[in-house]
């Protein structure tokens, strides 16, 4: 079965840098949300999108920016990057217009910042 | 608000020994729970869900947990602990409330000893 696709999955950027993050989620899929873990700490929702539009925002920094595309896909603008930005940021998905609360998580992207 | 609480960090079992990982939650709807595994550098994995039908659910690789609203847990449970069980699990909560963000517990690690 088709899973979430993450890309990159590993990347290595330096301080004040940009990062974009991209996700393609289950295909059906109307919902993507954004997390991201730190060292040793769990997941942390970010911001999650619904058919394109903004559903919730978590606790995203200003300096990041997300927006879904019509194919669903969605990717995550980091700008600014600063050392403690280095996570590994998880997309999920899911079927939210059929009442599904199950979230389908990609393999993670690894953002290391220098 | 939703919350989750893991109540231990670390459990360590011998193989072929029962598992029982705990978990309080917190909110102010009827919740979703569920419990997602993460093996080392990988990402999160569904292991099973409780959305108000029945409260014991059983999931992937054997394992079970049972929803029991006058305690407010979810523990998760398995009668007898693999190698390959040894990773990272998510007590994690979602309520129509919160949009259906996903608030996840500090995470338990399980170490299975041969």
């Known amino acids: 079965a088709a899973g979430v696709i993450q890309s990159p999955r590993h990347l290595i950027k330096e301080k004040r840098e940009t990062a974009t993050l991209k996700c393609y989620p289950i295909?059906?899929?109307?919902?993507v949300y954004w997390y991201q873990q730190g060292p040793g700490q769990d997941p942390q929702f970010l911001i999650s999108?619904?058919?394109?539009?903004?559903?919730d925002k978590g606790s995203i920094p200003d300096r990041f920016s997300a927006q879904q595309f019509s194919d669903y896909h969605s990717e995550l603008n980091m700008s600014s990057l600063e050392l403690g930005d280095s996570a590994l940021y998880f997309c999920?998905?899911?079927?939210?217009?059929?009442?599904?609360?199950?979230?389908?998580f990609g393999p993670g992207t690894r953002l290391t910042v220098t | 608000a939703q919350s989750v609480t893991q109540l231990d960090s670390h459990v360590s079992v011998s193989e072929g020994t029962p598992v029982l990982l705990r978990c309080n939650y917190s909110?102010?709807?009827?919740?979703?729970l569920f419990w997602y595994v993460q093996h080392p550098n990988k990402g999160l994995q569904l292991l099973l869900k409780?959305?108000?039908?029945?409260?014991l659910v059983k999931g992937i690789n054997g394992f079970e947990a049972e929803f029991k609203k006058s305690e407010t847990s979810f523990h998760l449970t398995k009668p007898s602990a693999h190698m390959s069980d040894a990773a990272e699990y998510f007590c994690?909560?979602?309520?129509?409330?919160?949009?259906?963000?996903?608030?996840f517990g500090g995470g338990t690690r399980l170490m299975v000893k041969p």
């Open positions: 999920a998905s899911s079927i939210r217009g059929q009442g599904r609360y199950e979230q389908y």
């Open positions: 295909p059906r899929h109307d919902t």
């Open positions: 999108f619904y058919e394109k539009m903004q559903s």
């Open positions: 909110s102010s709807y009827s919740p979703s």
């Open positions: 409780y959305t108000s039908a029945a409260t």
């Open positions: 994690v909560v979602s309520d129509r409330g919160a949009g259906n963000m996903l608030t």
